[in-house]
């Protein structure tokens, strides 16, 4: 799913697209991505583009009528650019966008259609799509210590919530957790002070290093490839690889569809925290160390 940095990057290509430019149509083809009818998608039509922001993990494409346009690119859903119209074929394309300027179009893989388009009327209706998650890359250490402490729950819980922290996600969660040295399931109100000041260290250089990375990457163009999963991670899709602090292989949490990768070594001193598929076949002989998960392929050889 497209976080904080991606959605940063391509506001910036938007901004440079369509700020001041006029849509001229709005194709919607899946029944599945509309999420609101009122205002209408049309009512966007004919007017000009008077801002662009990011609403947590939502692009919002406001116009001069005080229409906004909220796009959730979900996990699959990406946004492409071309100069000339395309046209939405509503299995892969889902919606074009055309703009004097040129086409936006929104794919999304796979048959899962997650991806939504919400239509909100002013500052109000925008508000009310916004989780209110704290910006992380603005908040001093005070503020981010009250959202990180007001309630208690693991530090990846606490990082993913979009009603904690804004924009931040499964990949980017797992960058900084490695980046600070701290457990995922560190529960929040065990920290210390020096553990919160780490955390919020990391959080804002983590993120901006992706922004100032994914910037270079798109060098101007519009930003395709959008993933994940990255070689450049520390972490994050990394399981079974070196760690590039340390060397010890990455280790992973599975649940559901959602994957969390961790250094062992680095994060939760060479405990290895219990998979919850693979510790509930395994029971007590589970591995709780490092030499006890080395010992237990040796075996299985």
């Known amino acids: ?32 991505l509309l999420r609101t009818i009122e205002p209408p998608v049309n009512a966007c ?3 000009t583009v008077a801002a662009i922001r ?32 395309r046209k939405p074929d509503g299995r892969r394309t889902l919606a074009a966008f055309l703009f004097d300027s040129g086409c936006l179009t929104l ?24 989780p209110g998650g704290i910006d992380v890359m603005r ?9 990180l402490t007001t309630g208690n729950h ?35 109100s065990r920290l210390t002070a020096e553990e919160i000041a780490r955390l919020h260290a990391a959080t804002q250089g983590v993120l901006k290093e992706w922004i100032d990375r994914l910037r270079a990457e798109a060098a101007g163009g519009f930003p395709e490839g959008v993933t994940a999963f990255r070689e450049e991670m520390a972490v994050h899709g990394r399981y079974g690889q070196p760690c590039p602090r340390c060397g010890a ?34 029971r007590e002989d589970w591995p709780r160390t490092l030499e006890e998960l080395e010992e237990l392929h040796l075996r299985a050889r």
């Open 54 to 85: 990011r609403v947590g993990k939502r692009i919002a494409i406001g116009f001069d009528n005080e229409i906004w346009l909220v796009l959730h690119l979900m996990i699959a859903g990406r946004l492409h650019w071309s100069e000339r119209a």
């Open 154 to 188: 693991t530090l990846k819980r606490a990082l993913t919530d979009p009603h904690v922290f804004s924009g931040i996600g499964n990949a980017y969660s797992d960058e900084i957790l490695h980046r600070a040295r701290l457990s995922p399931i560190t529960l929040t």
């Open 249 to 282: 292989k990455i280790q992973r949490i599975r649940y559901a569809s959602n994957e969390t990768n961790y250094c062992a070594v680095c994060q939760t001193e060479g405990r290895l925290l219990a998979d919850r598929a693979l510790s509930r076949l395994l």
């Open 139 to 147: 908040a001093p250490l005070g503020e981010f210590t009250r959202a």
């Open 1 to 32: 799913m497209p976080e904080l940095p991606d959605i940063t990057v391509y506001i910036e290509a938007l901004e440079q697209r369509i700020s001041g430019h006029e849509l001229i149509q709005a194709q919607i083809a899946s029944p599945f």
């Open 107 to 130: 794919t999304e893989a796979g048959s899962q259609k997650r991806a939504s388009l919400h239509m909100a009327a002013g500052e109000a209706g925008l508000v009310a799509l916004d």
């Open 45 to 47: 039509v004919g007017h």
